[in-house]
């Protein structure tokens, strides 16, 4: 590659010019994405753990509710049912923001991947364990919140953070739906430019966002490996 | 290929061994005669795992020779593949394929090694895991196998393969006590029938009963060998004297 | 409640948008059938170059692991899509696809082969070794199916991922279900298309999805909840 070729692919990519121009909207999509993970992640794992509780008392109907539920939510595309929510319920009559819909797509999302996270987590607690608090006069609830909860939620940690991350990244959809969040700052600034630089740091903001998370759920799954061996 | 005339089958000459810094064989020179059983008694440490590992080159001598039938394993042009199923390697842990019956255990390197079709590789699979006893067992997956059964089965794969010579590493030492008598008896019936072994163990009885010649190691080194008789009753160094005396309390 | 029937379940439209709905089936199988083979081909690769003995190679490449995984997928489409035009690289909408996607699961699998490899003891390789097996043969014989058998169910849950990703397809206009749901979806008026294609992917992971339940649900010996 000759140097004005060099020079063309920087310029395309990361043209200071173009940088200056719309580093401000890309930031603003920075404080979307944020925002909207933030609440994804404290709704989507505190219903995921209600849930994941409700079932532990094992009312029959009621569980059969919550997994036919969870299925339908991990099997379908999320795309799919962002796609359904904002555009089939202005049609029957119900409107909200599209930020709602995606906040609240993911959370339901996550939630359904948390409970069987959790639900996992709460199984594999030995029997034993059960047993013992209940011979101390613990009952049921007590049992669940002091005794079992606790290793649960401990062993639920490592899958958990992978899960939490992949669907936190899904906030990217929220560009097909018009929510400003970086994938959709970075895209319009790229067709109002005619130039790639937006993207490159759309996907810049991307990694400085989630390279530390990604290398904190590499952490969390050795250190909590070896807690456990 | 050069090819010395030798007549041994196993041959390690000058073999040198360090981790990292710390020398764990120094020079080692052993030889084994065809039919014979050497035995390699030695405290933890001395290096006796480091040069059974050496003679089929699943640990990489830093200098020195292993010859086998008169090929050296450490020259360029030396097929190491080809030569690995030449020395029959038997584990302290089996190292059975969990995730393949008996028979598939023994057949693989027969197909994939030897070049033999299924059917044929099948027969004589079965007729290693006859050898061993365990022809009524050649469907079963290790995890449905006792210990003692699963070692047997190992030494079967070796076997297969029709080596010149086979290895053992404390073939019985993560064995019950109650298992370990049946692969002992295998290994007699081995050495009885011909087969040249090279034994790591710590079964003083065995090495008494049926070992050729017993090689005692230290720090690396062959301190001394000699007959069974020789190095139970009057151990000449001082080393294995001590060594024998913290065996027998 | 009438209404939401009548927006979401109307059988006539989902008869009407039933033929295009097909033929985004079809794309989406055909994606299906590209993302997944070369996810799977990339992850071992990344997998087994993982455990090379150079830093020249292990480390650029955890790095490109982690940069892929750390960016959103549809970022890493659209960038391939809308951003390679400005290196004089134009792929069509499949092939940025199979980039983007490729990149992405290849990275995810990787890491689950990774994980699969290392669960295996030296011992097995030792063993197949000192029977004269190659290097190939004993990571194709003995070790890989070990290796996969003891991460299937995270195999198995990033293929339920990998197809579901095909669905951002849509958003570089190709042509696959959802696409051509949300077509329907907009010449109709009504969201039936979209229920359709939300059906139809839940008959195809549904199963998986259960399966991979079963697996991880597999209780621990003896607890009270069984
Ligand atoms: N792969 C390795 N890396 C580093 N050190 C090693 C390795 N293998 C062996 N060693 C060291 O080499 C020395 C000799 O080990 P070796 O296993 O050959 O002894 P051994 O005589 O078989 O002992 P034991 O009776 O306990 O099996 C030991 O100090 C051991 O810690
Ligand atoms: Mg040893």
Redesign the pocket.
């Known amino acids: 590659m000759g140097p004005t070729a060099l020079d063309r692919f920087a310029d395309a990519f990361l043209n200071p010019v173009v940088t200056a121009r719309y580093l401000p909207a890309i930031l603003k999509g920075v404080v979307v994405t944020i925002e909207v993970a933030a609440a994804v992640i404290v709704t989507g794992l505190a219903l995921g753990l209600a849930l994941a509780v409700l079932r532990s008392f094992r009312i029959r109907p009621l569980n059969v509710a919550i997994v036919v539920a969870v299925d339908i939510l991990r099997a379908l595309p999320p795309l799919v049912l962002i796609l359904i929510v904002y555009f089939g319920l202005p049609n029957a009559g119900l409107t909200i923001p599209s930020f709602a819909v995606l906040w609240l797509v993911l959370s339901l999302v996550l939630a359904a991947f948390a409970e069987e996270i959790f639900w996992a987590g709460i199984l594999s607690v030995r029997a034993g364990q059960w047993e013992a608090a209940r011979s101390t006069g613990l009952g049921f609830g007590g049992t669940l919140a002091y005794v079992v909860l606790p290793q649960a939620i401990r062993i639920a940690v490592p899958p958990l953070t992978n899960r939490t991350i992949a669907i936190t990244k899904n906030t990217a959809l929220g560009s097909v739906i018009g929510v400003g969040e970086i994938l959709n700052q970075a895209t319009t600034a790229q067709s109002f430019s005619g130039n790639a630089t937006p993207l490159t740091l759309g996907a810049l903001a991307y990694l400085v966002l989630f390279i530390p998370v990604v290398a904190l759920g590499r952490w969390i799954e050795h250190r909590f490996r070896w807690n456990r061996a | 290929m050069v090819e010395l005339v030798t007549e041994f089958v196993l041959e390690a000459r000058g073999l040198r061994k360090s ?2 810094g ?1 020398e ?1 064989l120094k020079g080692v020179d052993l030889a084994v005669r065809e039919r014979e059983l050497v035995f390699v008694i ?10 059974l590992r050496c003679c089929n080159r699943l640990e990489e001598p830093d200098g020195g020779h292993v010859l086998v039938g008169g090929v050296d394993l450490m020259a360029r042009g030396t097929d190491i593949n080809a030569m690995r199923r030449r020395v029959g390697m038997v584990f302290q842990s089996f190292n059975l394929y969990p995730h393949m019956t008996a028979l598939g255990n023994v057949s693989l390197a027969l197909r994939k090694v030897v070049g033999r079709p299924r059917r044929a590789a099948g027969e004589e699979a079965l007729a290693a895991l006859d050898r061993v006893g365990l022809a009524a067992k050649a469907a079963s997956y290790p995890a449905q196998l006792s210990g003692g059964q699963q070692q047997r089965v190992a030494i079967a794969r070796a076997l297969a393969l029709q080596p010149q010579i086979m290895l053992f ?2 073939p019985t030492s993560a064995l019950d006590p109650e298992l370990v008598g049946d692969v002992l008896r295998t290994m007699r019936e081995l050495s009885a029938s011909g087969m040249t072994m090279l034994v ?1 163990s710590h079964e003083m009885r065995f090495a008494r009963d049926a070992a050729d010649r017993v090689v005692f ?1 230290d720090g690396g080194a062959i301190v001394e060998e000699g007959t069974p008789a020789a190095i139970f009753g009057q151990p000449f160094a001082e080393r294995t004297r001590a060594f024998l005396g913290e065996l027998a309390r | 409640m009438s209404a939401f029937a009548a927006q979401f379940l109307d059988l006539s439209i989902m008869w009407q948008a039933a033929p295009l709905i097909r033929r985004g089936l079809g794309t989406t199988l055909l994606l299906c059938a590209i993302v997944i083979p070369l996810g799977l081909a990339g992850g071992l690769g990344v997998a087994l170059l993982s455990l090379a003995p150079s830093r020249l190679v292990r480390w650029p490449l955890a790095v490109a692991v982690d940069v892929f995984r750390a960016v959103p997928p549809l970022v890493l489409l659209i960038f391939v899509y809308a951003g390679l035009p400005f290196a004089g690289l134009r792929p069509s909408p499949i092939e940025a696809v199979a980039i983007a996607f490729f990149l992405n699961t290849s990275s995810y699998y990787g890491e689950i082969f990774r994980a699969g490899l290392g669960s295996i003891g030296r011992g097995q390789s030792e063993a197949a070794r000192s029977t004269g097996l190659t290097g190939a043969q004993t990571l194709a014989y003995v070790v890989l199916p070990q290796a996969v058998r003891n991460v299937l169910p995270d195999l198995m849950s990033n293929t339920v991922e990998a197809v579901k990703l095909t669905s951002l397809g849509s958003v570089v206009a190709l042509p696959e279900l959802l696409y051509s749901a949300d077509m329907a979806r907009s010449l109709t008026y009504n969201a039936s298309p979209l229920i359709l294609a939300g059906a139809i992917y839940l008959a195809i992971l549904w199963p998986l999805v259960r399966l991979i339940s079963r697996f991880e649900n597999r209780p621990a010996g003896d607890t009270a909840l069984g």
Do not use: A, C, I, N
């Open positions: 981790f990292g710390q764990v030695g405290p933890s440490g001395s290096g006796k795992s480091t040069l590493d404390e790591v190691m």
